[in-house]
């Protein structure tokens, strides 16, 4: 399993932009999906996108739809997710998660990611 840190959280306005970072260990990067998660106080970890190991498939959860966006660089072994448009209601610690799927597939089931990094905190001020 690959080791996973994220890095970009911070406090911004509503309206602003962050780009979340997520550094892959190991020389497999590729072979696994990638996806972001994040909860807030509260509440329970929810699905915010994913991608696959090639960059061919992505997902999105409706709340961010348009305004976030999901992609990677296998040659940095880094996933990314942009947020624009941010919204008081996306503060949450946001997660990446990482999976050896097979066939280009992506998951939106946090029970599917095995290996998991130690979260960012976005906070959003309205």
């Known amino acids: 399993q690959v080791q996973l840190v994220e890095s970009g959280g911070g406090l911004v306005q509503a309206g602003d932009s962050l780009r979340l970072s997520c550094k892959a260990s190991?020389?497999?990067?590729?072979?696994?999906?990638v996806a972001w998660f994040r909860q807030a106080p509260g509440k329970e970890r929810e699905f915010v996108a994913a991608i696959s190991g090639r960059g061919g498939r992505t997902n999105y959860a409706d709340s961010v739809k348009g305004r976030f966006t999901i992609s990677r660089d296998n040659a940095k072994n880094t996933a990314y997710l942009q947020m624009n448009s941010l919204k008081p209601e996306d503060t949450a610690v946001y997660y990446c998660?990482?999976?050896?799927?097979?066939?280009?597939?992506?998951?939106?089931?946090?029970?599917?990611?095995?290996?998991w990094g130690q979260g960012t905190q976005v906070t959003v001020s309205s």
């Open positions: 190991g020389r497999t990067f590729d072979y696994y999906a």
């Open positions: 998660a990482g999976e050896p799927i097979a066939f280009g597939a992506i998951s939106h089931r946090a029970s599917d990611f095995r290996s």
